[in-house]
């Protein structure tokens, strides 16, 4: 039970830092917009650019300071409810890179799903 506890405390808090806290204070649209068109190397290289790219208020391209910095900010909370084996530098590390490698995977997941979508399942959108 705590596991799952821990997981939904963890998914709860890095989506507030991640989608709210940190876009509004940098002023940054941490929406995905799906490229939509190309080859699936262009499109899954694009989708996972994202982590580090975002489009400010301005629509203008920049780091991804909200995603970077939010995922840092909640995996950092995290540690205070982990047993304390897991409150290491190693543990905050793996922790951090396995959330931005997620999040980049999703990310690619939904930039090729209508593909999938269409090919696997035959619908098309």
Do not use: C
């Not at 999040?103 to 690619?108: E, I």
């Amino acid at each position: 039970f705590r596991r799952v506890l821990f997981r939904s405390l963890d998914k709860s808090d890095g989506n507030y830092w991640v989608d709210a806290i940190m876009p509004t204070m940098i002023h940054q649209d941490e929406r995905y917009y799906a490229l939509g068109e190309g080859g699936v190397f262009k499109r899954a290289v694009y989708a996972a650019s994202r982590e580090l790219i975002t489009p400010n208020y301005h629509g203008k391209n920049s780091f991804n300071a909200s995603e970077i910095l939010g995922r840092g900010v909640s995996q950092a909370i995290s540690l205070a409810y982990y047993p304390s084996k897991t409150q290491t530098a190693g543990g905050y590390t793996e922790k951090y890179a396995y959330a931005i490698g997620r999040d980049a995977l999703t990310n690619v997941f939904r930039e090729l799903w209508p593909d999938i979508n269409a090919h696997v399942f035959h619908r098309h959108q």
